[in-house]
């Protein structure tokens, strides 16, 4: 029985995730050891892994998803603080609000909303 599942991101400059996943997303650094920083909160979720051949209306794949409670307040902070936003804010048909945005290490990342 599979407990959780991580997300490991190479990265030279662990400080560089700080902005992003803890000042926008607001994840906490619950590990943080120097050569490896983890970041989470306490928020229970099904354990999930998908494979896609296209992210969606035609888009890229997505390196990672993340379903937040206010998609538009984060997407004005992205837009804030510089990131590129690769697919902008939109209400997809599959009942979702998502957009997409470059993360620190060049990562594609599908911010969502479930509708």
């Known amino acids: 029985m599979v407990k959780r599942i991580v997300a490991n991101i190479k990265a030279e400059d662990l400080s560089m995730a700080d902005h992003?996943?803890?000042?926008?997303?607001?994840?906490?650094?619950?590990?943080?050891?120097?050569?490896?920083?983890?970041?989470?909160?306490?928020?229970?979720?099904?354990?999930?892994?998908s494979f896609a051949m296209q992210g969606g209306n035609d888009t890229p794949v997505p390196d990672l998803s993340i379903e937040v409670d206010d998609v538009e307040a984060i997407y004005k902070k992205m837009k804030d603080s510089g990131f590129e936003i690769t697919y902008d804010l939109a209400d997809e048909e599959w009942g979702v609000r998502?957009?997409?945005?470059?993360d620190p290490f060049g990562k594609l990342i599908n911010i969502l909303s479930h509708e």
């Open 20 to 49: 992003f996943y803890h000042g926008i997303l607001g994840l906490e650094i619950i590990m943080n050891h120097g050569w490896i920083k983890t970041f989470g909160s306490n928020e229970e979720s099904k354990v999930q892994i």
């Open 98 to 102: 998502r957009f997409f945005v470059r």
